[in-house]
């Protein structure tokens, strides 16, 4: 009887287990950058540009996010979303009048990331990428490259500090460039024919990571960065 007992109990938290990580895997998860600079925006704006985030107006999900912030991965349902972005309003976060207002939808087990940014008359909008999370192979990095600056499509290239040995990407607007690299210590940069958008700046890819990069700003001005966040153990 104590058997039969304790084969039902582990039966039932096996059971549980495997409900609790169905559900996980049906999560959506979602990452919020900030890629307008204020004074992109308007020459008296922060240039910082803080910005909230509203998500179907019922919760303000982010107070305050910065230019050049990348804010996630916040997890969610699978659905449909609308986001609505506004200037910060630090005493009553959310409540300003939206810049953006669009519909995000999130399919489970899938991961997104949305880029506030400007399209090529100023206005701003939000970007969205579908990233690949796929297990990256071992000694392996990938890097997963947004252009959401107001550019024409760019060249993007990788140089390893070690080998010395570059590989170089085309890259058009509101595109996702997905690929893979050796794992090791590289330079990236940007540039838009003969001028160099983003100058070669040091990025550490490590083994079995997902590097992401948004190039945001606007390429008239010379005001293109580029924001990174790697995800590592990618396995």
Not at 117 to 128: F, R
Not at 197 to 221: C, I
């Amino acid at each position: 009887m104590k058997n039969c007992i304790r084969l039902t109990f582990g039966l039932a938290l096996l059971c549980a287990a495997m409900s609790t990580a169905a559900l996980a895997s049906e999560n959506a998860y979602l990452y919020l950058v900030q890629g307008v600079p204020g004074l992109d925006y308007s020459t008296t704006a922060d240039p910082q540009f803080p910005v909230d985030v509203l998500i179907n107006d019922e919760v303000c999900y982010v107070h305050g996010l910065a230019f050049g912030t990348i804010n996630g991965p916040l997890t969610f349902a699978p659905g449909s979303y609308d986001v609505k972005i506004s200037v910060a309003n630090s005493l009553a976060p959310c409540s300003n009048s939206p810049l953006v207002d669009r519909t995000v939808t999130l399919n489970g087990g899938k991961n997104v990331s949305a880029v506030f940014a400007l399209d090529s008359t100023g206005t701003p909008t939000l970007q969205a990428f579908n990233n690949l999370f796929a297990a990256v192979p071992a000694n392996y990095a990938r890097i997963l490259f947004a252009l959401a600056a107001d550019s024409p499509a760019v060249q993007v290239v990788f140089v390893n500090t070690s080998t010395k040995k570059s590989y170089t990407y085309s890259a058009n607007p509101a595109a996702l460039l997905s690929e893979s690299l050796p794992a090791g210590n590289y330079t990236v940069e940007v540039s838009q024919g003969t001028t160099t958008l983003v100058p070669a700046t040091s990025l550490d890819l490590s083994s079995q990571s997902v590097t992401l990069l948004f190039a945001t700003g606007k390429a008239s001005n010379n005001t293109v960065t580029l924001q990174t966040k790697t995800i590592r153990n990618v396995i």
